[in-house]
Every structure is written in structure tokens, then in C-alpha cells.
């Protein structure tokens, strides 16, 4: 079954507001999970490093005030879109890690689609 | 940046024929993961080889991985329709901890 589940699968919303989505680890606690962006046709991005109880880490060129990460819990991370613009319409992609990236599997969530009217 | 490089970047093959997909990276790595992703869908994690392996299996796919020349090989033979889909290899990079970089994607078309 699934390990990582993400919420909604798919939102569509008007320039200026604010869209959330969420993370889930179902299978194990993940003190670390990750936030990737993907455009049409392209790789997945490295957003941030979200950590359990602290800051998140954000990839150069990554705008933390426009993209809120709150990881709340050892199996929620939620990504804030703040004043969504159309030009943010992407692919978002959660994963977590059971231990290191340099030595376990990262699990990814189905994705949601942000499209931004 | 780390982020990998593949090639070709698109292949298209007749059912039946094997799939070659190349990887490049840049830094030392402690893993390289190969994952595939159907349009507009999540990602499906298919084989991890660590650094001090050179080769792995796992069904009809078959990873190599050459440290020397930071370049990795996804093989998938017999390929079938349903192998169409992008494949993505993505590393994580010693001298940057616990992150993961994903390289540019192939994506592979089986003609039915």
C-alpha cells in the first residue's frame, strides 16, 4: 500500500490566494521529508528540506516566505503556496526517508497539481 | 549543481526490444536511485544501488553503476507498452548531507 500520502491530488485557485497541501508518512515516522517542484515535461526540483521541529531548509532561488513549510509532526509536513501566481502552477511531489537519503529508500507522495487561474 | 544529466533524453522502441537509459552525475555519491514516473503521476521507486556496487537486478531491469566515471545504466529488456513512462535517476550527494537530486529524465516510449 501506499507509504506517503499527499492532499488534494489536484486544487485549482485564483491568482493572490493561498493553497495548502499536505504530507503524510503512513507507514513510519520521518523526521525529515522533502518538497520537490516538477514542470511540465521537466525534473523534479529540490524545493526543501523539511525537519521535525525546526525550520525548514531551502534550495537557492526557493523564496521561503512564498513557500511555507510547517513540519508539525513526525508524519505531517505541509507546504503553504502564499499569493499564488499563475506562473506557480506545478507539480508538487512530497517524500520522506524511514533513515539517511545516503542509505534508505525515499518514498514519494502522488503528487498535487497546482493550477493557478 | 549535482543534479544528474540522462541520456538519451527521449527513446522510442518497439515492444519486444531492451531500453538503455545512462545517467551522469557529478559528486561522490553514497547511492543512485532509479525511479519512474507515468505522465502526470507520482513516482515509482524501481532499484537503488549503493557506491560499492557495480551492478543490480531486480526483474527485467538490470542498473549498473560506475563510480570512476560517475555514470550509472538502467536496462530494461522485454520491454512492454506499459514501460512507457519518464525514468529519472536520482542521487543524493556526500558533501551536501541529506539531500537528493534528481537528473533530467528519459522518456521512453514502447511501441506497441
Known amino acids: 500500500g501506499a507509504v506517503v500520502s499527499q492532499h488534494p491530488s489536484w486544487v485549482i485557485c485564483k491568482s493572490g490566494t493561498s493553497v495548502k497541501i499536505e504530507c503524510r508518512s503512513l507507514?513510519?515516522?520521518?523526521?525529515?521529508m522533502f518538497w520537490y517542484r516538477q514542470f511540465p515535461k521537466q525534473s523534479l526540483m529540490l524545493m526543501a528540506t523539511?525537519?521535525?521541529?525546526?525550520?525548514?531548509?531551502?534550495e537557492q532561488g526557493v523564496e521561503k516566505d512564498k513557500f511555507l513549510i510547517n513540519h508539525a509532526s513526525l508524519t505531517l509536513s505541509t507546504l503553504t503556496v502564499t499569493s499564488a501566481h499563475p506562473e506557480d502552477s506545478s507539480f508538487y511531489i512530497c517524500?520522506?526517508?524511514?533513515?539517511?537519503?545516503?542509505?534508505?529508500?525515499?518514498?514519494f507522495g502522488p503528487g498535487t497539481r497546482l493550477t493557478v487561474l | 549543481s549535482q543534479q544528474g544529466e540522462e541520456d538519451p533524453q527521449a527513446l522510442s522502441i518497439q515492444e519486444g526490444e531492451n531500453a538503455t537509459m545512462n545517467c551522469s552525475y557529478k559528486?561522490?555519491?553514497?547511492?543512485l536511485q532509479w525511479y519512474r514516473q507515468n505522465s502526470g503521476r507520482g513516482l515509482v521507486h524501481l532499484i537503488l544501488?549503493?557506491?560499492?556496487?557495480r551492478e543490480k537486478h531486480s526483474g527485467r531491469l538490470r542498473v549498473t553503476l560506475d563510480t570512476s566515471k560517475k555514470s550509472s545504466s538502467l536496462l530494461i529488456t522485454a520491454s512492454r507498452a506499459a514501460d512507457t513512462a519518464s525514468y529519472f535517476c536520482?542521487?543524493?550527494?556526500?558533501?551536501?548531507?541529506?539531500?537528493?537530486?534528481f537528473g533530467t529524465g528519459t522518456s521512453l516510449t514502447v511501441i506497441p
Open positions: 507507514d513510519f515516522q520521518a523526521t525529515t
Open positions: 536520482a542521487t543524493d550527494a556526500i558533501d551536501t548531507g541529506n539531500q537528493f537530486y
Open positions: 523539511s525537519n521535525e521541529g525546526s525550520k525548514a531548509t531551502y
Open positions: 544501488i549503493r557506491s560499492n556496487e
Open positions: 559528486t561522490s555519491i553514497n547511492n
Open positions: 517524500s520522506v526517508v524511514r533513515g539517511q537519503v545516503s542509505t534508505d529508500t525515499q518514498y
